[in-house]
């Protein structure tokens, strides 16, 4: 119901040919004015909806297996097309267009991920990415699996070291 002042290239080769926007004439406010009360209960049917969607999706937790390097570091990624499969499979639908993801996930552990269902609702799930189903499990209670690669991998590079000097020694 605003009027604004836009450039005239995105007017017309955006706004007006998607019916996102009028051109302010006294014709046009008048249908505007008719069209009101539609729009606005249109966009409150609208909202309702996804705030009823979004109170069963708020909070939710999806896990997703992924193969990656001794680092953390996934061979892949995690991106929104894996989310909304991942929540397709839990039976809620959203579009890849509502998951808020500013770069794709490239490493193990929990990830927050926004989901916007209306211009005025927006939930927060979680994304477990992990090598296994335990390993799920093991971040799901607090671990830091990459802390815990790293480590592993320490002790691994320390035993070997002491057994190499072990064998140096005996020649």
Do not use: C, W
């Amino acid at each position: 119901g605003d009027e604004v002042s836009v450039k005239n290239g995105f007017a017309r080769n955006f706004l007006l040919p998607k019916g996102k926007a009028l051109i302010a004439n006294n014709q046009n406010r008048a249908r505007f004015e008719a069209e009101r009360d539609a729009l606005e209960k249109r966009n409150a049917e609208a909202r309702d909806a996804a705030t009823t969607s979004g109170s069963g999706l708020e909070g939710q937790t999806f896990v997703l297996i992924r193969q990656s390097g001794a680092t953390g570091q996934l061979y892949g990624s995690v991106n929104a097309r894996d989310i909304v499969e991942a929540a397709g499979n839990a039976g809620h639908t959203i579009k890849r267009e509502q998951v808020r993801l500013n770069a794709p996930i490239k490493t193990l552990g929990l990830h927050e991920v926004g989901i916007r269902l209306h211009a005025e609702v927006r939930v927060d799930i979680s994304i477990n990415v992990a090598r296994s189903e335990e390993e799920a499990e093991r971040q799901a209670a607090g671990e830091d699996i990459i802390e815990t690669l790293q480590a592993e991998t320490h002790a691994a590079a320390t035993e070997q070291a002491s057994e190499m000097a072990e064998a140096a020694a005996e020649l």
